[in-house]
């Protein structure tokens, strides 16, 4: 992330001197009203991080929830299983919906996925994730998810909808879900993330290899950093893409829109072909308009 912060900054700072001479004005003018604070290379960088890392908690969830329901069979069944007892999932009907709860206990228990989780998961849904028209939402309580390739832990809050729209138009093997997030918060070392997001997130299973399920994920995320500032991000032209045991996009193309910035893009197809394939590969290439692009690792 330094490499990350160091390198974007030589383009900010070139930036920042290009604006200094060509918008400095006459001494004598009239005072301009005040504004926000000016937008460090830092906080853009922590801004782009903490994007990544909130939207990767999400991401998860949507997985995870789709498994707990699917292995509840929707049966009005309390199950125990797992690491000293846990997680304990309990299934009740609700008229046409189900309430599914997972509860994680109060200490971290390793999942399938590779994630750590503590805390409460709740799914109301009106069928199995892989149900076409099954709508999900998904909220927690005291809930917190970390990982080996993460630097904290996580405690993940509001409210997360996931709607099976059934085949994909172009490709019948794969799914489509609608998945919006609405009050998000993320917090991390007493620091507070606020993020929301409307994505199209696309599944090509794999029914031999959980860990080669392949997600493609269009759409727009909003949200605010820890240090306040406001970003919106989008992936449209190119979708961004992963596959569920490599943590990482490998590719697609993220624009990204960062308050008191021009709007610049993140690829995430970029490889060095000078270098060995990788199959989980960690860099990126961000192009800053008028500037040029730089490798960033992720």
């Known amino acids: ?107 971290f228990i390793p999942c399938s996925d590779g994630y750590l989780r503590k805390g409460v998961v709740n799914i109301l849904t009106t069928g199995f994730f892989t149900m076409p028209g099954t709508v999900m939402v998904v909220t927690f309580d005291n809930y917190y998810q970390k990982g080996e390739w993460l630097t904290h832990e996580y405690k993940i809050e509001g409210t997360q909808e996931i709607i099976n729209a059934g085949a994909n138009s172009a490709n019948p093997l794969m799914t489509d879900y609608n998945v919006t997030v609405t009050d998000g918060i993320i917090t991390y070392n007493a620091k507070k993330v606020h993020y929301s997001e409307t994505t199209i997130r696309t599944l090509l299973p794999d029914t031999a290899e959980l860990c080669e399920n392949k997600w493609y994920i269009t759409g727009e995320w909003n949200g605010k950093s820890s240090s306040d500032i406001s970003y919106t991000l989008t992936a449209n032209t190119t979708p961004l893409y992963y596959r569920v045991c490599c943590h990482f996009f490998q590719d697609g193309i993220l624009t990204v829109d960062i308050e008191g910035l021009s709007k610049f893009t993140i690829d995430y197809g970029y490889y060095d072909e000078e270098k060995e394939p990788e199959e989980c590969d960690r860099e990126a290439l961000l192009t800053y308009p008028g500037l040029g692009s730089i490798v960033i690792p992720m």
């Open 1 to 107: 992330m330094k490499k990350i912060i160091e390198k974007l900054g030589l383009l900010l700072l070139v930036g920042c001197l290009v604006c200094v001479i060509s918008c400095s004005k006459d001494s004598n003018s009239d005072p301009e009203p005040p504004k926000p604070p000016v937008v460090t290379p830092e906080k853009a960088i922590e801004a782009l991080r903490e994007f990544a890392e909130t939207s990767g908690q999400f991401d998860a969830t949507v997985k995870e929830s789709g498994n707990i329901v699917d292995d509840t069979g929707l049966e009005p069944t309390r199950n125990l299983y797992g690491t000293n007892g846990y997680p304990v999932i309990a299934c009740e009907a609700q008229g046409d919906k189900w309430l599914v709860t997972c509860d994680y206990g109060p200490t």
